[in-house]
Antibody, heavy 120, light 106 residues
Framework: QVHLVQSGAEVKQPGASVKVSCKASGYTFTTYGISWVRQAPGQGLEWMGWISAKKGDTNYAQNFQGRLTMTTETATNTAYLELRSLTSDDTAMYYC?????????????WGQGTRVTVTS | SYELIQAPSVSVSPGQTASLTCSADKLGSVYVSWYQQKPGQSPVLVIFQDNKRPSGIPERFSGSNSGNTATLMITGTQAIDEGDYYCQAWDSSTVVFGGGTKLTVL
């Protein structure tokens, strides 16, 4: 059974960085990718990017280019998202998901979410 | 890149068919996925590659995609189907979500 467990809630000051983890279990980590999506309070889903767990190749949404880094650690089956230069607009729930590709790609399992609050 | 347009809300009576649409220019040329999200919960995949259901998703959920519109249909809608539904297009390097539709079962 696929299980993605994310790190706990974070409170950060403007200008700081945040690093969220996503530990996978129940499948072969390097066979799939990991996507990251966020959801601001009362808003819809916003795709941030994804990373191939095997090769480490990344694809980031244009909105985050330059301040977003996604990595994976295959020894511990863990993916990480680091977002820098935080502003209040980054206050959101952040979700990781397992990416399946077959012709195109989709996310078939999700973590429980990590709440990130940016406040002075 | 695509901008996926969804109606903000749809209402349906229990037992009736709900039709949720997602529109963009030439959307039928890419695959569309659909996600259900209930308040305070993570999204759940209900349809991928336009019309495929993951294991565990009831048969009352079906999808189609042609021309400029993808459609998620829920036949025999139940109260437990209430929630927000998001379409997503994933085309090589471009990934985008629609704004979401709030489904209310009255």
């Amino acid at each position: 059974q696929v299980h993605l467990v994310q790190s706990g809630a974070e409170v950060k000051q403007p200008g700081a960085s945040v690093k969220v983890s996503c530990k996978a279990s129940g499948y072969t980590f390097t066979t799939y990718g990991i996507s990251w999506v966020r959801q601001a309070p009362g808003q819809g889903l916003e795709w941030m990017g994804w990373i191939s767990a095997k090769k480490g190749d990344t694809n980031y949404a244009q909105n985050f280019q330059g301040r977003l880094t996604m990595t994976t650690e295959t020894a511990t089956n863990t993916a990480y998202l680091e977002l820098r230069s935080l502003t209040s607009d980054d206050t959101a729930m952040y979700y990781c998901g397992r990416v399946v590709c077959g012709g195109n790609c989709w996310t078939d399992s999700w973590g429980q979410g990590t709440r990130v609050t940016v406040t002075s | 890149s695509y901008e996926l347009i969804q109606a903000p809300s749809v209402s349906v009576s229990p037992g009736q068919t709900a039709s949720l649409t997602c529109s963009a220019d030439k959307l039928g040329s890419v695959y569309v996925s659909w996600y259900q999200q209930k308040p305070g919960q993570s999204p759940v995949l209900v349809i991928f590659q336009d019309n495929k259901r993951p294991s565990g998703i009831p048969e009352r959920f079906s999808g189609s995609n042609s021309g400029n519109t993808a459609t998620l249909m829920i036949t025999g809608t139940q109260a437990i189907d209430e929630g927000d539904y998001y379409c997503q297009a994933w085309d090589s390097s471009t990934v985008v979500f629609g704004g979401g539709t709030k489904l209310t079962v009255l």
